[in-house]
């Protein structure tokens, strides 16, 4: 009993640091915005309770906030859907053994995601600016006039998903890791069965794909509900606020308008969001092949 007790000391002693960080950096900074989610706080007053008024705001009052939560649902829908259908098909390119340079050009897909933020921002402005970008130009070759891209309130969010598109090197990367495990030998069945590539695509790969899918649509969600600083950095939340997503308005709400409490709420609201768009997504993922 003795050891036993000195064994639980010891560890409690070793893991203490962990403790003591995660009491103070996020058991507490997660209550604390929960307390203030109830209150009218500017960081200036002390904090005033107000029950569910900061709530009752956001759903029934600020109308802004519907046209943000409306923009980030259409990045996960449309814009995750995309990326994700590219990102598998290139996958299954790059998978290919029998052509050669195929490292390489994995090395080229991944490169982009060491991109920092801002030469990512000033990068992909130069890319689609309007008059004399390199998309647009291309484009004036076949005859075609390319649209505003982020000064267009049409086009704003088609170009944050080319651009995070264009950033998929690390879901490719899980994609092939997923698709080196696949068996060979499923394949050379499928062929003796008569089936052809697009049969082995729907009815082998992506149903034995479905844990890397679920992980990176999943991960993400999660990346897009907290997208703040491509949007931040190139539009602010224009043209027209079709670029305010959930993350900057929340930021502008906290350090630009003083608004804490509100902002606390909107983090609360985003927690369940994302945490039911997550279980969905499990419900879904179970209904799609095998559960194993």
């Known amino acids: ?159 944050f998903i080319l651009m995070a598109t264009w950033m998929s090197g690390n879901m490719i990367l899980i994609y092939l890791a997923g698709l080196s495990d696949i068996p060979q030998s499923l394949y050379e069945a499928a062929s003796i069965d008569g089936a052809n590539s697009i049969q082995k695509a729907f009815h082998i790969t992506l149903p034995m794909l479905k844990p890397a899918i679920l992980f990176n649509v999943i991960t993400g969600t999660i990346g897009v509900f907290q997208s703040f600083a491509e949007a931040f950095i190139i539009t602010n939340g224009g043209p027209d606020g079709s670029t305010t997503f959930y993350a900057l308005y929340l930021y502008q709400s906290a350090f630009q308008y003083y608004k804490m409490g509100y902002a606390s709420a909107m983090a609360w609201i985003l927690l369940v969001i994302a945490l039911s768009i997550t279980l969905i997504f499990f419900k879904l993922s179970k209904r799609w092949g095998n559960e194993n």
Not at 26 to 50: C, Q
């Open 1 to 159: 009993m003795n050891i036993q007790k000195r064994n639980l000391r010891n560890g409690l002693l070793f893991i203490s640091p962990w403790i003591i960080g995660f009491l103070i950096f996020t058991a507490y900074p997660l209550f604390s915005s929960l307390y203030y989610s109830f209150t009218d706080y500017n960081l200036i007053a002390d904090a005033k309770f107000i029950g569910l008024d900061n709530y009752k705001k956001l759903f029934f009052e600020d109308n802004l906030f519907y046209k943000v939560l409306s923009n980030t649902l259409y990045m996960i829908f449309v814009g995750l859907s995309f990326t994700t259908i590219v990102a598998i098909f290139i996958s299954m390119m790059l998978n290919n053994k029998k052509i050669k340079g195929m490292s390489f050009f994995r090395i080229v897909f991944f490169i982009p995601t060491l991109v920092p933020f801002v030469v990512l921002a000033i990068l992909w402005v130069w890319i689609l600016q309007p008059d004399s970008g390199v998309v647009n130009s291309i484009l004036s070759w076949f005859g075609v006039e390319g649209p505003g891209w982020f000064a267009s309130p049409s086009w704003s969010k088609p170009a």
